[in-house]
């Protein structure tokens, strides 16, 4: 059964940090691009940040410097490590992930940037 667990959302300050964890299982975790996306109300889900299967990542400019993703094959996990939050990165943020035409979403793990 294939799965991904998000974890690690929650309420921060503006400037503050939150560090998101994706947990896989079910599938060859390695072989595939990891993604993170975002969907804030009344907006479209996009694309935060991506990791390859080579260890290759790209960033949305929006979060271009602030946000850093990184993942542990070994441990079928993908990590996002968000630094100076700002109230517009307020959002649910799913895990993703793909290979050719398979993919995979997780729940989704909400973080809100408020003071």
């Known amino acids: 059964q294939v799965q991904l667990v998000e974890s690690g959302g929650g309420l921060v300050e503006p400037g503050g940090s939150l560090r998101l964890s994706c947990a896989a299982s079910?599938?060859?975790?390695?072989?595939?691009?990891m993604g993170w996306y975002r969907q804030a109300p009344g907006k479209q889900r996009e694309l935060v940040a991506s990791?390859?299967?080579?260890?290759?990542?790209d960033y949305a400019d929006s979060v271009e410097g602030r946000f850093t993703i990184s993942r542990d094959n070994a441990k079928k996990t993908v990590f996002l490590q968000m630094n100076s939050l700002k109230p517009e990165d307020t959002a649910v943020y799913y895990c993703?992930?793909?290979?050719?035409?398979?993919?995979?979403w997780g729940q989704g793990t909400q973080v809100t940037v408020s003071s």
């Open positions: 079910g599938f060859a975790f390695s072989m595939y691009v």
């Open positions: 990791s390859t299967s080579g260890g290759s990542t």
């Open positions: 993703k992930a793909q290979r050719l035409t398979t993919t995979y």
